[in-house]
């Protein structure tokens, strides 16, 4: 199983703000199948990259995904209200498909 | 836009079995091309792949949980379900549904992501 580790846990950052997320794979990850997603508080989440850089229908360009093999990053260049929330990657190569820990943006 | 919705049960005995029954709406569960999926997230914690469907009924389920597993589609109602059986309170999660486009087959598995959620359904395992 691909164990995906996101850091840091917790972003504390202020609104217009330069967001890095990281999330480290325990193996490569086969094609660079990964994905991100933002979870606000009491939804299901929203796709926001797919193939480690390629953005979702309707997701705005301060969004981008980065990386390849085992190392992926997610940054969010201009932080909106609506970004503070919790992100998950995805891998999606290898069965069982596995989801990380999670990051918390939280307004500073 | 396609919507997804979960619905069943919100308390569940232990050592019975969770039932969960996803509607969709906006387009056709039989067009092709998606899987159908359920994932569930425990509280406070991250998310678990349990398992998805296509409209032939192919299935691929997470090893983890596969002895426990039945998901099945119905075309004609649109909708996709759930069975979970012999739950005990590690089961305890909101469970969504979602659909994944078909991406590419990977040493016999279907790859996908998911471009479509439900807005949750919590399931609580308790007597």
Known sequence: ?108 | QVQLQESGPGLVKPSQTLSLTCSVSGGSISSGGHYWSWIRQHPGKGLEWIGYIYYTGTTYYNPSLKSRLTISIDTSKNQFSLKLRSVTAADTAVYYCARAPFEAMVQGLVVAYFNSWGQGSLVTVSS
């Open chain 1, 1 to 108: 199983e691909v164990v995906l580790t996101q850091s840091p846990g917790t972003l504390s950052l202020s609104p217009g703000e330069r967001a890095t997320l990281s999330c480290r794979a325990s193996q490569s990850v086969t094609s660079n199948y990964l994905a991100w997603y933002r979870q606000k508080p009491g939804q299901g989440p929203r796709l926001l990259i797919y193939g480690a850089s390629s953005r979702a229908t309707g997701i705005p360009d301060r969004f981008s995904g980065s990386g390849s093999g085992t190392d992926f990053t997610l940054t969010i260049s201009r932080l909106e209200p609506e970004d503070f929330a919790v992100y998950y990657c995805q891998q999606y190569g290898s069965s069982p498909l596995t989801f990380g820990g999670g990051t918390k943006v939280e307004i500073k």
